[in-house]
């Protein structure tokens, strides 16, 4: 079935250092999201990337969406603590009566050293 | 923006019992509800996907009659997790959308434990 490969799983970064993810995905996407989950906290929708070659930005936060629309990254610059959490790349399934459902990649966790 | 209300945000219970979970959307009209299941270090994993009104659909390998989902109204879905055992503990959280086109909104989590 349709899934979601992101990497890295793990990333520890100093304060002020930039942090990127990157998520691949087999199958073209209609389109892919993005959601934070803080610790111990539940997740939050940041973005949804729709166009082929589509970049948005949120303050210091910089979201791609690949030109064949199978991959995505988002790109924090300049990192401070109130980054901290699990940064997840999300499908919606696009097949049979289950459009909509969402797909959660892994993830990965940013932890940012101050 | 949209709120997404669960309750309980944690239990503790004994093995064998049943323990019933609830998601409210506050301030809008949730035509689906969605009951994802997190274990520690793992990403979300969606269980089953409810309609106002209609069963549940559930994913592979969730069982339906163990995962108890009842959607009544458009504001409302419940989960009962049926004689509940330790290997059930885990992140319970649901997330409610009003169309298909809209993002999810999540709750904030039911942490199960079964002792």
């Known amino acids: 079935g349709q899934q979601v490969m992101q990497i890295p799983q793990y990333q520890h970064v100093q304060e002020g250092e930039d942090f990127t993810t990157y998520c691949n995905s087999s199958t073209t996407l209609s389109n892919i999201q993005w959601y934070k989950q803080r610790p111990g906290g539940h997740p939050v929708f940041l973005i949804q990337?729709?166009?082929?070659?589509e970049v948005k930005k949120q303050k210091r936060l910089t979201f791609q969406f690949g030109e064949a629309k199978k991959n995505s990254s988002l790109h924090i610059t300049a990192t401070q603590t109130t980054d901290v959490g699990t940064y997840f790349c999300v499908l919606e399934r696009d097949y049979g009566g289950s459009q909509g459902n969402l797909i959660f990649g892994k993830g990965t966790k940013l932890s940012v050293k101050p | 923006g949209a709120v997404v209300s669960q309750h309980p945000s944690w239990v503790i219970c004994k093995s064998g019992t049943s323990v019933k979970i609830e998601c409210r959307s506050l301030?809008?009209?949730?035509?689906?509800m969605f009951w994802y299941r997190q274990f520690p270090k793992q990403s979300l994993m969606l269980m089953a996907t409810?309609?106002?009104?209609?069963?549940?659909?559930?994913e592979q390998g969730v069982e339906k009659d163990k995962f108890l989902i009842n959607h009544a109204s458009l504001t409302l879905s419940t989960l009962t997790v049926t004689s509940a055992h330790p290997e059930d503990s885990s992140f319970y959280i649901c997330?409610?959308?009003?169309?298909?086109?809209?993002?999810?909104?999540f709750g904030d989590g039911t942490r199960l434990s079964i002792l």
């Open positions: 409810s309609n106002e009104g209609s069963k549940a659909t559930y």
């Open positions: 997330s409610a959308r009003g169309r298909i086109q809209q993002p999810q909104h």
């Open positions: 301030d809008f009209q949730a035509t689906t």
């Open positions: 990337l729709v166009k082929s070659g």
